[in-house]
């Protein structure tokens, strides 16, 4: 299975070395080469498995960037780029919301094996909140809670926690109404830096991952102006 990564790039020769050895390592890459340019794509384009962010970027910064990104609701683990080795510049990188940081010029090599361990980690879905319950099936999805394995049509889905954590609950409340808020008390926790419109985000991801034809969700149906509503 191939992971998704967003690359958000100003310099040119970079963005493309990167992007040909991350192709050539078997990742498929989308890339944006300036800052708003690069939000627009997490939030509308998504999911990916890992966020590749420039600090110094034409139209927005990777801290704005970043900043922004969390606001919204996103947990895509981002690696933060940058061509200053500040302190400051780390401190603040961090606190805005970036897993990891890397000073360029950087070995290939060593943003492999960091981005590698940073979605290894993001995928890691919490075994506390499964069940001891057996596998459940609808339409070609089969999750099995026990495993914490989704499969569409046998193959294997990668969900990220919260993804995953979305999914469950939908299960577990079948054909039921169920508000934005509601979604965001339960699934992400009431906090107010977080925006309504992550709930769509994240519903229109589950749809990208599980639905057969996600323009049209025969599973995750959205009651307008109002939330969402599983159907098994
Ligand atoms: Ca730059």
Redesign the pocket.
């Known amino acids: 299975m191939s992971h998704r990564i967003l690359l958000i790039?100003?310099?040119a020769g970079l963005a493309l070395t990167l992007g040909d050895r991350l192709a050539g390592e078997g990742y498929r890459v989308t890339h944006r080469a300036d800052g708003r340019a690069g939000e627009q794509a997490a939030l509308r384009e998504g999911p990916f498995d890992a966020i590749l962010l420039?600090?110094?970027?034409p139209a927005k910064s990777g801290f704005e960037v970043c900043r922004d990104l969390r606001a919204a609701g996103l947990d895509t683990p981002i690696l933060m780029l940058t061509?200053r080795d500040q302190l400051t510049d780390k401190v603040v990188g961090l606190k805005l919301g970036a897993d990891d940081y890397l000073t360029k010029p950087f070995e290939t090599a060593e943003l492999l094996a960091r981005l590698e361990a940073l979605i290894r980690r993001y995928q890691r879905v919490p075994t506390t909140t499964t069940t001891t319950g057996t596998v459940q099936r609808f339409g070609d999805i089969e999750v099995d809670r026990r495993q914490v394995v989704i499969r569409k049509d046998g193959a294997v889905v990668a969900l990220s926690a919260r993804l995953y954590q979305l999914l469950l609950y939908f299960l577990d409340h079948p054909n039921e109404l169920l508000t934005r808020e509601h979604l965001l008390d339960t699934v992400w926790g009431f906090d107010a830096e977080v925006a309504s419109r992550t709930v769509d985000v994240h519903l229109s991801w589950l749809r990208g991952k599980l639905e057969t034809d996600p323009q049209r969700p025969r599973h995750f149906i959205t009651v307008y102006g109002i939330g969402y509503k599983f159907i098994p």
């Open positions: 790039e100003d310099e420039d600090l110094m970027l061509a």
